[in-house]
């Protein structure tokens, strides 16, 4: 069975700070997306990466897949309230999505 | 645009009984995904239409939950009966298109209570 382990699970910090979180596998992943969720809603796609070693940036996000496309890490610069929401990552292996466990973030003002 | 709809918002049921969801994805969008998201954990995919052909259902426990597409466009969920351990968050999702690196538009689901 194909798992994506999410770390931490849960994550209090105070604005203005940096936070990682992180997003593992035994597994290859072909691609793999993060995805926010705030509370009632659905989660929202933020970014897919594809190639080993890729970085992306989404203003203060910047997302890398590792280069054995077995983890990805998601960088936050300046935690802002905004940014509290519960982070999904979802890898992409034999044409299916395998879902992780999500980080739940809360920003404190 | 509008996004998906998915009616009632929230419902509670007691055990044994049976219970329907509805979902209107986004217009044009070939590809249905109903998902099971229990408390504390990642979504699971229950079924995938590619327009009114299932494509994966593969984790739907069909002996109590059932799901059609009719027309390619609305689905509906059902559970019959229900099971206290169906209380979970019930999305839809869709896309335009299947397959690796599709973004999935979502709804704000069902909160199913199973009392």
């Known amino acids: 069975t194909q798992l994506l382990e999410q770390s931490p699970q849960f994550l209090s910090i105070q604005e203005g700070e940096n936070l990682t979180v992180y997003c593992n596998s035994s597994s290859v992943f072909s691609s793999l997306q993060w995805y926010r969720q705030e509370p009632g809603e659905g989660p929202v796609l933020l970014v897919t990466?594809?190639?080993g070693g890729e970085v992306k940036k989404l203003k203060r996000l910047t997302f890398q897949f590792g280069d054995a496309r077995k983890d990805s890490s998601l960088h936050i610069t300046a935690a802002q309230p905004g940014d509290t929401g519960l982070y999904l990552c979802a890898g992409y292996s034999n044409y299916q999505l395998i879902w992780g466990a999500g980080t739940k973030l809360i920003i404190k003002p | 645009e509008a996004g998906v709809a998915q009616s009632p918002r929230y419902k509670i049921i007691e055990k044994r009984q049976s219970v329907a969801f509805w979902c209107n994805p986004i217009?044009?969008?070939?590809?249905l995904y109903w998902y099971q998201q229990i408390l504390g954990q990642g979504p699971k995919l229950l079924i995938q239409f590619q327009n009114n052909g299932v494509v994966d259902d593969s984790q739907l426990p069909k002996d109590r939950f059932s799901a059609e597409r009719l027309k390619g466009v609305d689905s509906t969920l059902k559970i019959q009966p229900a099971k206290l351990e169906d209380s979970a968050v019930y999305l839809c999702a869709s896309s335009q298109k299947t397959g690796e690196g599709t973004e999935a538009f979502f709804g704000q689901g069902t909160r199913l209570t199973v009392v």
């Open positions: 217009s044009g969008h070939a590809t």
């Open positions: 990466v594809v190639t």
